[in-house]
Every structure is written in C-alpha cells, then in structure tokens.
C-alpha cells in the first residue's frame, strides 16, 4: 500500500488533472483508514466531474460502512451545489433517512420528483419515508403512481415489502401477512422475512403460528437473541410463562456480559428489552414456583442502566422488581418516575403505569 500510494502521489503531481489517480487514491486511504485524505480527493473528483454516478454512489457507500454518514451527506451536498440532479437528491435522502431526518429526506425527494416526475424508484423511497413520517395517505399515493408508472415492478420484493407495510399501517393484518409470507416462501432461508412474518401473527393474536416460525428459526440459529425475545414474549402472550423464561434467560446467556463492554446502541437496546421482560415475568408472574424478587431486580437495573434510566417501561419493572422483593418504598418510587416519564413523553401506556403506582 505504502508503494501504491508513492506512485499514486507521483502521478497527481506530474498530472493533477489524472482523476483516475485521485480515485485509485481515494479508495487506498480509505482500505488504509486515512478517510480525510480520502474525502479531500473524493470531494477533488466529483467536483471536477459530478456526473459520475456510479463512483459518487460507492464513495457514499464506503463512507457509510465506516459510520461516516456526516461526512457522506457533506460530498453529495458540495455535488449537488456544483451540479443538481435526482440521483444525488435522491442518495442524500436515504443519508438522511439512516439518520431519521425525515423532514430533510423527503424535501430531497420533493427536488428529485420535481426533476424527474416519472421516476418510480423515488416515488417509492418517497412511499416509505412517508410510512416512516405516519403520513400512510401520501404513501399510497406515491405508492399507486409508481406502481402506475411501472406495473412490472409490483412483484419486486422491496415492492411486496412496501405494499405489507402499508397494509399494516391501515390495521390491514391479513394483507400484511400474506405479503410477509410472499416474501418468506420466496426466501426460507431468510431470517429477517420469517421474524416480520412472525411479528404479524403476534400481532393478529395468533402467538402460536409466530411460535412455530420462530422455532423453526431457532433450530438453525439456536443463540439468536432477537429470536429468543420474541418466541419468549410469544410464549409469555398463551401463558406458558416457564417456557418464556427458558428463552429469555438463553438469550441473556448468548448476550454475555453486554454491560461490561461498550456495545453499540442497536446492542444496548436489545440486551435492555430482553433484560426487561424477563424480569417483569419474575417479578409479576402469577405462577409462584418461577416468581424470583432477587433476579428481577437484578435484571431491571440492569436494563434501567442500558437505557440511561429513560424508558418509562423499564422503570415500571425496576418498580416492580422491588415490590416482589418487599420494598414498597423503593417500588413506589421507581414507579413513580416511570409516571412521570410516561407523561412527559405521552406514553401509550400511562394509564397502564398510574394503575402500577396506585397498587403500590
């Protein structure tokens, strides 16, 4: 690499109009972790020639799989000033949209439409950050145009994935499904498609059939902590509490010590959620012989301190955690700061939380 870029250096002194040595730079300090030098000569090439799509589209990747996503929305802003057009707007959007700036992406998109009205793909993109925005009415509309526009692409699958969830935004469960099970039978292998699948029929109460799917799943990938969580609340949902506590403590076990290391936010949150529900089982439990005070507030601290003590839920466990273990006082303070989170972000179940705290 040292060799490679000596000669790549010489090349740009005795030629600093040779792009293609810029490029060949760029990706080497990139592979060698030098990513402002290879912005400098990523921003050099594409301002020199901002119709080059394809490179613009893999520089953006390469900055985005090194988390360098402010970075990447500066290149493509700096192109789109030296020379508009739809497919930068319409990258920047999807920048955006990994960064949940929705009200930024779709202005993106809004320009990209406005240049090129036919474009079924932006249309699309546009159809998801609405669903995105809880706007499902300009999601369908954007949705039918584009489908309008191309009818070929209705059984493409980002399509058939679009069209369930559109259907489950609409409380349309039955329609959602049968696209998940499209996109299933297609792919059986797929991990992501059987969990949706699975989701959808917990969420149209039938737990059993989202059991059987996550089983199936579990047999090939037996320490899958996402699938563990969910077949456990599954479990949890028909009352089976001690086969929902097998899963959730398996899946503690296959997150090992999380606490102790520094996970990154997506890992937090699925160790806080499975830490969270297996102490609310032990603590709350109606059955007695799995009811366990000690390793519920175990747990409940440490999902309260994964979430920064900021997820109203959480707390409530924390609350019920000290009650199984006696210590009302402790339970009706922990319950009350899960009240006053919930109304100070209009928790869905506050009403749920009040009830808790007047119990205790």
């Not at 992406?105 to 998801?128: C, G, Y």
């Amino acid at each position: 690499n040292d060799k490679s870029l000596a000669d790549l250096n010489s090349a740009i002194e005795a030629d600093p109009n040779n792009l293609e040595a810029f490029k060949q730079r760029a990706t080497l300090r990139l592979e060698s972790n030098d990513v402002e030098g290879a912005i400098a000569d990523l921003e050099h090439v594409l301002l020199k020639d901002p119709t080059d799509a394809r490179f613009a589209g893999e520089a953006v990747q390469d900055l985005v799989d090194l988390s360098r996503v402010d970075e990447a929305i500066r290149l493509v802003t700096k192109m789109l000033a030296a020379k508009p057009s739809e497919g930068m707007y319409r990258m920047r959007a999807i920048l955006y949209r990994s960064q949940e700036k929705f009200d930024e992406a779709i202005s993106d998109l809004n320009k990209a439409v406005a240049m090129q009205p036919k474009d079924p793909m932006t249309l699309l993109q546009r159809s998801e950050i609405a669903l995105d925005r809880e706007d499902v009415k300009s999601a369908k509309e954007d949705f039918r145009a584009a489908v309008e526009l191309a009818p070929q692409i209705v059984n493409a699958e980002p399509v058939i994935a679009l069209r369930s969830r559109i259907a489950l935004a609409e409380n349309r469960i039955a329609d959602a499904i049968n696209d998940a099970q499209l996109l299933a039978d297609r792919h059986p292998d797929n991990v992501l498609h059987r969990l949706r699948l699975a989701t959808l029929y917990s969420l149209d109460n039938r737990p059993r059939k989202a059991i059987d799917i996550l089983s199936s799943v579990l047999e090939s990938d037996p320490k899958n902590v996402a699938v563990l969580r969910s077949r456990g609340d599954a479990l949890l949902s028909v009352g089976d509490h001690s086969a929902a506590i097998e899963d959730y403590e398996a899946a503690v076990e296959a997150i090992g010590n999380i606490e102790l290391t520094d996970p990154d936010d997506q890992q937090k949150q699925e160790a806080a959620g499975v830490y969270n529900n297996l102490s609310w089982v032990l603590a709350t439990s109606p059955n007695d012989s799995v009811r366990d005070g000690k390793r519920a507030l175990e747990l409940a601290e440490k999902a309260a301190n994964l979430s920064d003590y900021q997820e109203a839920h959480i707390l409530s466990t924390l609350g019920a955690a000290y009650a199984e273990t006696g210590d009302f006082d402790k339970a009706i303070e922990w319950s009350q700061k899960a009240v006053d989170l919930g109304k100070a972000d209009e928790h869905e179940q506050l009403e749920q939380l009040e009830k808790e705290l007047e119990s205790y």
